[in-house]
């Protein structure tokens, strides 16, 4: 259970679990990937293969040498048949490598378990896998790892809370590897010289803290922590405060309360590259959505176009009108169905527009919802009024910086202001003005 | 990029769900709320109070509506909140009063306070209870010329002195079970306890109030009387104690955001009731009480702001 015992606030939100026991299904490769060569916060990656190169599976084909970047990796086998400029998923304009794939799926010769015995060759591991923050924040996983304060970190908090409605794929990733998770939780925990492993996963997912508390049983360092059945228990600051009591206030990280975050997901893909030496290449996501005719569960190359895996999953039943990205709570809304799947995804949502139309914003009636809702006691109401008379300094003062874009206050306001997405704008004045507090 | 099947999707900020609550459905449950004293009303007053009520309910409506098209701004009326206000203004008129009396009312409530203030959510003070202060100042016999409860009617006696009026001349009051049920003099709305308790039952069952503000409010009065050697079930039933804590001072607009706000602001209304029922020369004091208190709002919200979790007290800029 929660080591806490007063709960951090947050809202209740149908979980609209749609695929919650499916497995997740292998799609067939595509005819062509398109993998960006930005896909983790940090420094872009530069393309290391040409046009006409042949490349196969887990070969790396960008790279960059700054410390915050992690390399990219090919997801299929064939041939690099261009180099696109054009704006990715996550809404920046970069270049990505088009592979047309032969079907093949021939596996790079430099596929091999790596030697890891000490920190350093675990640490570089860690960046050779290519591995990123998968919960969504895609932050380089080797630099996460190698916090500036070793000293002080004592815990490894896994999370598999999978807060958000419609997404169902990391309850089935624990359910079809726990085992591993937690080899690779072990070997994060020798490596990193950290005391204890929690595994944090939401109270509506038991079977999975059923198997998980099963298999630790006899580990005295890792344990079980059964969440809140409440949004947001994954957002990484109230899932530190659930599993340790520890408040990491905004311009933290969480090295500096002792801890390191990773996402079940992330820890698996660890553990599979220490084993086989395969790096990130695939991810699973759910497939869901009102206009989705047969939603799933599926394990996808990185790069994969939307509209293959919309088609793979049986096509459209209407007409799309909102795509999302991730969950609908924090998820990014798609221009179009040709962006392409990158490290960080773990869900595409279709909807048509009975889901997609924003209602109009009426005036607030001080009701207080978004306070109550808030999982940092933040005041949205008053953040809001601030920020249209561009007051920094009253923005400062309700503390606009310690929001974490969670969407909590949007839910619940009746008027249907765009709390979140104000709130999200007062940052950026707020770091316009000067810069954090 | 790779080939496109539906392009010019919608795009907007997260979240992308919101919640089934919105302003008008919130208003409609208050209205719900506000039900069992509409029946009581008539149980007690006959059918000149619901004709009050309607009276009030369309006049607020019309002036609503009307407002907004002359100041050029979008119509408002399908929020119900002119509604609740009507509504709430004349469960605070005694029932034979005037309907031109009325309307004034709703037009000092709808126009001036809350439409000239800039609509729902600018208005400083509860607009019905200002309605009924400008009608109780300028027409101070109609307003306090009660109308009795039909059974206590005789042919030459159809009005008489409130509970509260009775008290204040140290004249026996009604029996707490009339008073509880609600027939006894007074405004048309306020009379019946229990009426307006289920309301309020059922308004924290929607979670569209929460209980602090009235249980506060109600609580001071009860400990109040108490202390002063009075009949505290008499003070909390007399008046516009129970329409006041339950349905005035939890009006979202002009009270506390915070929790804390909301006790210092039941709390303050509760013993200003009291100060005016005891010492002021008014026999009934919870429209100044909570007029006072909407005033005192805004300061109350700053002093009483949320503290971020994880800084501790005091170490907070």
New interface residues.
């Given amino acids: 259970m929660s080591s806490v015992s007063k709960h951090l606030k947050g809202i209740h939100v149908d979980h609209c679990k749609n695929t919650a026991g499916q497995p997740i299904v292998k799609m067939p490769v595509p005819e062509k990937v398109y993998i960006p060569m930005v896909q983790h916060i940090g420094a872009p990656c530069q393309p290391t293969v040409a046009v006409g190169d042949h490349v196969k599976v887990g070969q790396v084909i960008g790279d960059n040498t700054a410390p915050m970047c992690a390399p990219i990796h090919s997801s299929v086998s064939g041939e690099v048949t261009a180099l696109v400029k054009g704006m990715t998923a996550q809404g920046i304009v970069d270049t990505s490598i088009e592979i047309t794939t032969d079907g093949k799926q021939e596996i790079a010769e430099t596929v091999v378990p790596p030697t890891v015995n000490n920190k350093e060759e675990f640490l570089a591991a860690v960046r050779a896998a290519g591995l990123v923050g998968l919960g969504g924040a895609a932050f380089p996983t080797h630099i996460k790892y190698n916090p500036r304060n070793p000293e002080e970190v004592d815990t490894l908090i896994l999370n598999g809370a999978e807060c958000e409605p419609y997404i169902t794929v990391d309850h089935m990733t624990m359910l079809e590897h726990a085992e591993e998770i937690v080899a690779g939780a072990k070997s994060i925990l020798k490596h990193l010289n950290l005391k204890q492993a929690i595994i944090g996963i939401e109270g509506n997912k038991p079977d999975a803290i059923a198997k998980f508390n099963e298999l630790v049983k006899n580990e005295p360092n890792i344990s079980v922590c059964e969440l809140l059945q409440q949004y947001p228990q994954g957002a990484e600051r109230v899932l530190i405060y659930e599993c340790t009591g520890k408040h990491l206030i905004a311009g933290k990280l969480p090295a500096d309360v002792g801890v390191i975050v990773s996402n079940v997901t992330t820890v698996l893909k660890l553990q599979q590259f220490l084993a086989t030496g395969m790096p990130l290449v695939s991810k699973s996501l759910t497939v869901d959505g009102n206009v989705v005719k047969e939603p799933k569960n599926v394990e996808v190359p990185i790069g994969t176009p939307i509209i293959d895996i919309i088609e793979f999953c049986g096509g459209y039943t209407g007409e799309p009108k909102k795509i999302l990205m991730g969950g609908p709570m924090m998820g990014r809304a798609l221009p179009d169905d040709g962006k392409c799947i990158i490290k960080g995804n773990n869900a595409i949502l279709a909807f048509d527009e009975t889901f997609a139309n924003i209602n109009p914003e009426t005036a607030c009636i001080n009701c207080g919802r978004c306070v109550k809702a808030c999982p940092m006691n933040l005041m949205p109401t008053a953040i809001f009024k601030a920020f249209e008379h561009k007051d920094v300094d009253a923005l400062k003062k309700y503390h606009v910086m310690s929001c974490m874009d969670c969407g909590c206050c949007t839910y619940v306001c009746p008027a249907r202001k765009q709390l979140s997405f104000m709130n999200k704008l007062a940052k950026s004045l707020v770091l316009a003005e000067g810069g954090k507090k | 990029?790779?080939?496109?099947?539906?392009?010019?999707?919608?795009?907007?900020?997260?979240?992308?769900?919101?919640?089934p609550?919105?302003?008008s459905?919130?208003m409609l449950d208050v209205c719900i709320a506000l039900i069992p004293a509409l029946i009581m009303e008539v149980v007690v007053f006959g059918i000149r109070a619901l004709i009050l009520t309607a009276v009030c309910v369309a006049a607020c409506v019309i002036f609503e509506s009307a407002t907004r098209k002359i100041l050029g701004r979008p119509d408002?009326i399908s929020?119900l909140?002119a509604v609740v206000t009507g509504i709430l203004l004349s469960y605070n008129l005694p029932a034979g009063l005037p309907f031109w009396m009325a309307i004034i009312g709703c037009f000092v409530s709808i126009v001036i306070v809350k439409q000239l203030f800039g609509?729902?959510?600018?208005n400083f003070v509860n607009p019905a209870i200002v309605g009924r202060i400008v009608l109780f100042i300028s027409f101070a016999t109609p307003m306090t010329t009660w109308v009795l409860p039909k059974a206590q009617q005789t042919a030459d006696a159809i009005t008489g002195p409130t509970p509260l009026g009775l008290f204040a001349k140290g004249m026996d009051v009604p029996s707490n079970t009339d008073m509880f049920l609600g027939f006894i003099g007074g405004c048309t709305g306020e009379v019946s306890a229990l009426a307006l308790l289920i309301g309020g039952v059922y308004l924290i069952i929607k979670k569209v109030i929460e209980p602090t503000i009235p249980v506060c409010f109600i609580g001071t009065v009860f400990v109040f009387a108490l202390v002063a050697g009075l009949d505290p079930v008499f003070h909390i039933f007399a008046g516009g104690v129970m329409l006041g804590a339950i349905f005035m001072a939890t009006d979202?607009?002009?009270?506390p955001?915070?929790t804390k706000g909301k006790i210092i602001f039941g709390i303050g209304c509760g013993l200003l009731t009291m100060i005016i029922r005891l010492y002021a020369s008014y026999p009934e004091g919870v429209s100044f009480a909570i007029l006072l208190m909407n005033i005192l709002t805004p300061h109350i919200?700053n002093l009483t702001?949320?503290?971020?979790?994880?800084?501790p007290a005091g170490g907070d800029?």
């Fill in positions: 990029m790779s080939n496109i099947k539906h392009g010019n999707l919608i795009v907007s900020s997260a979240p992308h769900v919101v919640s609550v919105n302003t459905k919130i408002t929020d909140s609509g729902l959510g600018q979202y607009v002009t009270s955001i915070t919200d702001r949320t503290k971020l979790n994880g800084i800029k």
